[in-house]
């Protein structure tokens, strides 16, 4: 069954205004994005139109890093400085690391000094490389009948899983490398002091926010660039004691844009996240990363001085295989490296719920 040409016409068009738009909420701006995506639309490939034929890799891995940096900057991870252009690639591109500068101690201060020569106090710099995490996704197919048939544009919605795919991941890694490992005094975990929530789970009050504020000045953690990512869990308890009080609370947890919250919490400024680390509330210990929660492991809300954290993106590549005689089908595969890691073990600290 041959497509007719009217609704070849109509498919076409359709590609187009769908790729502009992509380019265009991307920051490309839109008569630039207009003019690639007729170009590479209409230009014949093999008989056929890139709209069906397959993927523009350069435009759309473009698209791809837009959107990457686009959700971070909207994110708890905006705050953290990022450091990316001094991520360094290895000769066969397989590994992306990063050279931190440990630049040792802060010079001692002396007050009403008369004693000379002031002493010598050297700094010891020291190189600190660090790999990039690699994310890569499983190979998703696209036969050809699904690109030549379907009435939409089916590579677009393969890339547009891969790309929230990949950003899920490494926003919920990046989120874990900043939670305390265990607590410590340079690295503060409490437990939640509220009433029982009906599950045996203890919610989370905002004189336990105060606690954690307590102890972070108690660790010499810096005031200035504090940032909070509540869980899901503490983002409700706080919902729920402020309109149970009908007090200021009320307006500062009801006020919420996306995963940001619009006001400060003492001094804190405030996110909130779905898929926050695990932490077992009877030994402070961490979770690893993916693992899956015994009995007794809560979610936790984390907090972090921005300045002592650090982000880091590498390249970003998509790969697609042309469709093969017996298969005759595409194959899309995305790659990606990013890092997120607090510079020392300090500036970071974590609530989490305790049980009843």
């Known amino acids: 069954m041959k497509i007719p040409k009217l609704l070849k016409l109509f498919y076409a068009l359709l590609a187009v205004f769908i790729l502009g738009s992509t380019l265009?909420?991307?920051?490309?701006?839109?008569?630039?994005?207009?003019?690639?995506?007729?170009?590479?639309?209409?230009?014949?490939?093999?008989?056929?139109n890139l709209a069906f034929a397959g993927l523009n890799k350069e435009i759309w891995t473009d698209v791809m890093v837009k959107e990457f940096e686009a959700t971070e900057e909207a994110s708890f991870l905006g705050e953290i400085p990022d450091e990316s252009r001094h991520v360094t690639s290895s000769k066969n591109g397989e590994n992306e690391t990063i050279h931190l500068v440990d630049v040792g101690a802060d010079p001692e201060v002396l007050i009403n000094n008369n004693t000379y020569p002031i002493p010598y106090q050297p700094q010891v710099d020291a190189d600190i490389p660090i790999n990039l995490d690699k994310f890569q996704t499983h190979v998703t197919p696209v036969t050809e009948d699904e690109i030549k048939y379907i009435a939409y544009n089916k590579i677009k919605v393969v890339q547009k899983k891969h790309v929230k795919a990949i950003m899920k991941t490494k926003h919920r890694k990046a989120l874990h490398a900043i939670t305390p490992a265990a607590n410590t005094a340079a690295t503060p975990i409490l437990v939640t002091t509220g009433p029982n929530d009906g599950s045996g789970r203890k919610r989370l009050l905002f004189q336990d926010l105060l606690r954690l504020k307590t102890a972070l000045d108690n660790a010499g953690i810096e005031e200035e660039g504090r940032t909070l990512v509540l869980c899901s869990d503490h983002l409700n308890d706080l919902i729920k004691e402020g309109l149970d009080a009908d007090n200021a609370a009320k307006s500062q947890m009801t006020n919420l844009s996306g995963g940001k919250l619009n006001q400060y919490l003492l001094g804190l400024k405030g996110y909130w996240y779905v898929n926050t680390p695990y932490i077992n509330p009877a030994t402070l210990v961490k979770k690893a990363f993916a693992s899956v929660p015994a009995g007794g492991d809560q979610k936790c809300s984390t907090v972090f001085v921005n300045d002592d954290m650090f982000r880091a993106s590498g390249s970003t590549r998509q790969y697609a295989d042309d469709p093969t005689a017996r298969m005759q089908q595409y194959e899309y595969a995305a790659r990606h490296y990013y890092i997120v890691l607090p510079k020392k073990q300090r500036a970071i600290g974590a609530i989490v719920s305790d049980n009843v």
């Open 24 to 48: 265009a909420m991307a920051g490309v701006p839109i008569y630039t994005a207009l003019f690639i995506a007729l170009a590479t639309s209409f230009v014949p490939v093999a008989g056929k």
